[in-house]
């Protein structure tokens, strides 16, 4: 007999799901006791480095934030909540954030700080609350703040200023109070007094006067005023309490009527270097007057905005002053700079006149100016070089940007010889004559943009032997013939993006023997012009930026040659694209002899698949970018040559799953982007195989919210190694219901079970049970077996029930007897019941399925008949599978409720014989039971009785009438 119903498993199912929820629950009081001590940030990012918090670094701007966020982490040293819509800053809002040394909360709506909110922060240097609605600073709002150096409150509404608020910032350097409605300057009073304050930017206020005696009677130590855009009338100083002042702008001043300028002692501001009068309202004379108390010190003067017949005078004065060496004019209208302008300037290391209108220079301007070395001519109407910039050995940088100059000549730049700069950028230039830079021996940096240039010509052959950095882009090169760039052994960057190069010649850029950086992007580049034979002869090459061209591939998977071999030292190659179709395919050889290559950036290509071999070529890759490209998965192969892979973009890539990086080797990648992707979950092995991973970002993600997000989400949760940004945006897109529900809202504490505890626990629960079970076999072999069926048939009438239809029966009575018994059964029992009063019966010799485990056909007769009829006698209760019926049937009783078992004794058992069948005893106990005759009496009552019992209906035990009469043993 074989019993094919093994399910100890199955035994252990129920107790397991109790054991799980109880494990459950003590993980949940534990998830609810431990505090988040993770790198999650709702509404923030952390920058810098995550092991030294001195170091830390949160970004929260621009995230529409209300409030300062609540879980900005303690040892916080540089916060940002810049640019959102806060209003109001708490008094427990910055509560602990004892390191926070830079605090920035410009541009919000922040009207109201309350008292004692910013107290906490005894190690800020820098405050910023710039661009908000302040209108008053009150008497305790800066208090504590001992170590301030640095305040940005410009761009407020304030008009009033606590005469205390100031007192204990001993600190404090700067103050920053432009564009306020301050009027009254006693207000700025207690900021000048104070010990270290050195710049004092008050600008664009309402103030109508600067009275020294206002401020202070003392001297006091401000390096910086900043009094510009107010509406001063005069300017007021009638004892020396500005003996450090080296900076002054009162540009744009006295718009309400001409400024007074009355400056008792010439001694008084005897320390200006710097001085603005842009734009301001005041008499030549008194200008005059103001250029004469800075006679002796003033370095760099600005004169924007004062017109063309002001600004010559005046200049012709102020180069009198023998320090001045940098003048600045803008805004002034000056068409013409005739000989006599700039005449007196003769120790001027700088001069500035861009933003006029100059069309026509005096070949003289600038030759009377032995020191010049920065000339800045930018931002007017040149339509050529003019004669005057030409001959200047001291000449170091030339400005010609933003001009018309359509040409250039060969004498356009004769004897600048020591210049080290010139721009040339945003003029009409269309042609380089092979002569123009012949003299520039010393030139290093040249920048041509932004023009019209058509071809190279031979440019670049003589002169610039110390070039360093050409920028050609934004022209019209449609090719690059061989040997252009010969002459330029010395260039390291070379920018031709944004022109119609259309053809790279073989040893286009032959020569460049110390090229670093080349940046061709935006062109029109085909697959056809990367050959391998246009890019060599570059030992030292870098970086190759090719983005934005007409480069594709269609299906070849192999290119021959490849395009890259010679570039064994590039780092950075850069692909991707942004206007065209992209790449489609790229073939597995293309980075073929990178050798060096660090960074690749292949992003919006279009490639749908990549080769594993792809990467096989390059062994110290370190960055990569392949986002918005169409993979929709990726093989872990791919990155098993590139095992130093640090950071990768793989956003916008249609990934479904990131379980390719299980196996891929990844163990150094610490920056993973992979965003707007269609990942639905990430589990355990994910983010195991990612031990070195610091920054994740998974925004736009398609997550499913069960329990199957349960791990990730305590995880981001609780590791204190990688931080997940935007976790608090994460959005769920299954279940329905739960759709644009925030994955972080969704509670998923009940599936969160820490597996190592769990299989922990389930380990030795399974060791527990396996013990107590061989006890139980060997010293309670009997109670083990009956339990064993007790639990088979308990199985067995579940399934019986949950098939929902009730039963056939087939049968109305199942009979159970002892083969000792089987002479009585046949010959009595059967003809009377089926013959006599008809019942169609059960009897195991005869209708058991022949090949069926047994106990299935005791089940299946117990379960298919109305009733059980138990025959019993001594033999009955010895034998096993008789009592093993009696178990079934039994346990339909129990179970069902259904009154299905009729006892009928064949001979008379006392009740201490019945003591070792436990169940028996108990049945007979509880119930009624029927007694054969003994030899010689009567049958026909017994029958009778017997026919009443198989008729009554199914119902409760109980609730038998014809039974409970009958006489108990
Ligand atoms: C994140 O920002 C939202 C919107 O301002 C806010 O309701 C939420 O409380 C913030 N979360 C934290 C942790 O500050
Ligand atoms: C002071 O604020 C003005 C106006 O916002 C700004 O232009 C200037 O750069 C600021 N100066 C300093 C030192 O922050
Ligand atoms: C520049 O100098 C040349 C001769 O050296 C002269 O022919 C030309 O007219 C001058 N141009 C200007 C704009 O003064």
């Known amino acids: 007999v074989t019993l094919n119903i ?66 900005i982490p303690q040892n916080v040293s540089v916060l940002n909540v810049a640019m959102n819509n806060i209003s109001k800053i708490g008094k427990l809002d910055f509560k602990g954030l004892s390191n926070l040394k830079n605090l920035n909360m410009s541009r919000n709506q922040i009207s109201q700080v309350d ?168 008499s030549f004379e008194r200008m005059v007057m103001v250029l004469q108390t800075v006679n002796s010190s003033l370095v760099h003067l600005r004169l924007y905005d004062i017109g063309e017949e002001r600004v010559k005078a005046l200049t012709d004065i102020a180069c009198y002053i023998p320090t001045l060496s940098l003048l600045r004019l803008h805004h002034n209208n000056i068409s013409v700079l005739s000989k006599e302008f700039l005449q007196s300037c003769k120790q001027l290391t700088e001069m500035d006149v861009c933003n006029n209108n100059i069309n026509q220079l005096s070949e003289f ?43 250039l000549g060969c004498s356009d730049f004769a004897n600048l010889t020591g210049l080290t700069q010139l721009f040339l950028f945003h003029n009409q230039i269309s042609k380089l004559p092979g002569c123009v830079f012949q003299d520039l021996k010393e030139l290093r940096i040249l920048k041509v943009g932004s023009n019209k240039i058509l071809t190279l010509n031979d440019a670049f052959m003589r002169g610039l032997y110390k070039l360093e950095y050409l920028s050609m882009s934004y022209n019209k090169l449609s090719s690059i013939s061989k040997g252009g760039f010969k002459g330029l052994a010395s260039l390291k960057t070379l920018l031709l993006f944004d022109n119609q190069i259309a053809s790279l010649e073989d040893g286009a850029f032959e020569g460049l023997v110390n090229l670093t950086e080349l940046r061709l992007e935006s062109n029109k580049i085909t697959q056809i012009d990367i050959r391998n034979t246009v890019l060599t002869g570059l030992p030292r090459f870098r970086t190759l930026d090719i983005s934005c061209n007409f480069i594709t591939y269609v299906n070849d998977d192999q290119l021959d040659p490849p395009p890259f071999s010679h570039l064994t030292s590039l780092e ?47 062994p110290r890759l370190w960055f990569l970018d392949i986002s918005k490209n169409a993979f929709t998965a990726l093989k872990p192969e791919l990155f098993h040559p590139t095992p130093r892979l640090n950071r990768m973009y793989l956003s916008k890539t249609r990934l479904q799953s990131l379980d390719f ?47 199957s997000d349960a791990w990730f989400v305590h995880w981001m949760e609780n590791n204190n190694q990688t931080q997940v940004v935007g976790a608090g945006e994460f959005t769920c897109n299954y279940p329905a219901d739960l759709k644009d529900t925030k994955l972080l809202d969704v509670e998923l504490q009940f599936c969160t079970v820490h597996l190592g505890l769990y299989y922990y626990i389930s380990t030795t629960c399974l060791v527990l049970l396996t013990l107590v079970a061989s006890f139980a076999y060997h010293f309670l072999k009997w109670q083990v077996i009956y339990g064993y069926y007790l639990f088979l048939a308990f199985l067995y009438d579940t399934k019986q029930r949950n098939k929902l239809t009730p039963h056939g029966c087939q049968y ?81 009783l129990f179970d069902e409720q259904k009154d299905v078992l009729i006892l009928v004794f064949l001979e008379e058992i006392p009740t201490h014989q019945l003591s070792p069948y436990h169940r028996m005893r108990k049945l007979v106990k509880r119930r009624t039971y029927l007694s054969w005759p003994r030899a010689g009496e009567q049958t026909g009552v017994f029958w009778q009785q017997l026919r009443l019992a198989l008729e009554t209906k199914d119902g409760p035990a109980e609730e038998n009438p014809i039974l409970s009469g009958v006489q108990a043993l």
């Not at 199912?13 to 988040?36: E, H, I, K, N």
């Not at 009027?183 to 206020?205: A, C, F, R, W």
């Not at 990942?679 to 329990?707: H, K, W």
């Open 6 to 71: 093994t399910m100890p498993g199955q035994r252990c199912g129920s107790t397991f799901s109790q054991l799980r929820l109880f494990l459950c629950f003590l993980m949940y009081c534990w998830v609810l006791a431990d505090p988040v001590c993770g790198y999650f940030l709702k509404n923030c990012t952390i920058r810098g480095n995550l092991s030294d918090p001195s170091d830390m670094i949160v970004l929260c701007q621009k995230r529409n934030l209300e409030v300062i966020p609540i879980d």
């Open 115 to 282: 008292d004692g909110s910013l107290g906490h922060l005894e190690a800020l240097q820098e405050l910023g609350l710039a661009h908000n609605r302040l209108t008053t600073l009150s008497d305790h709002m800066f208090q504590g703040l001992v170590n301030l150096s640095l305040l940005h409150l410009d761009n407020n509404l304030i008009s009033t200023i606590g005469s205390s608020s100031f007192q204990l910032l001993s600190s404090l350097k700067t103050v920053n109070l432009t564009n306020n409605n301050l009027y009254n300057m006693k207000d700025v009073q207690p900021i000048v007094q104070l010990p270290h304050l050195q710049e004092l930017y008050i600008g664009s206020n309402r103030f109508t006067s600067f009275q020294s005696q206002e401020i202070s009677n003392t001297s006091i130590e401000l390096r910086l005023l900043d009094l510009s855009r107010n509406p001063l009338g005069i300017f007021r100083i009638t004892a020396d309490v500005l003996p450090y002042l080296e900076v002054l702008d009162i540009a744009y001043c006295g718009q309400l009527g001409r400024m007074e300028w009355d400056v008792l002692d010439r001694s008084f501001l005897s320390n200006v270097k710097r001085l603005n009068l842009s734009g301001i309202e005041m």
């Open 365 to 407: 301007s600038f030759r009377s100016m032995e020191q010049l070395s920065t000339l800045k001519l930018g931002h007017n109407s040149l339509s050529s070089v003019p004669n005057a910039t030409r001959n200047l050995p001291t000449l170091k940088i030339l400005d010609l940007s933003f001009n018309i100059i359509n040409k």
């Open 572 to 618: 950075n190659l850069h692909i991707h694209s942004q206007r065209h179709k992209g790449l489609s395919h790229l073939p597995s050889n293309f980075l073929e002899g990178l050798k060096s290559l660090l960074a690749f950036k292949a992003g919006n290509l279009n490639i749908k698949d990549l080769h594993p071999n792809t990467f096989i070529h390059t």
């Open 661 to 707: 990086l299980i196996g891929a080797n990844l163990s150094r990648v610490t920056f993973l982007q992979v965003s707007k992707n269609d990942i639905t979950v990430v589990n355990e092995r994910v983010l195991r195989s990612l031990p070195a991973l610091t920054y994740l970002d998974m925004q736009d993600n398609a997550f499913t919210c069960g329990c």
């Open 812 to 892: 109305d009575a199942f009979i159970s007897y002892n083969a000792h018994d089987e002479p009585w059964a046949l010959r009595e029992l059967l003809p009377e019941l089926e013959g006599e009063q008809g019942w169609k019966l059960c009897l195991h010799h005869r209708d058991f399925q022949p090949g069926k485990p047994i106990i299935d056909n005791i089940m299946e007769g117990i379960y298919g008949s109305r009733k059980t009829i138990c025959v019993i006698s001594r033999r009955y209760l010895e034998s096993e599978w008789c009592s093993r019926e009696i178990q079934v049937a039994s346990f339909r």
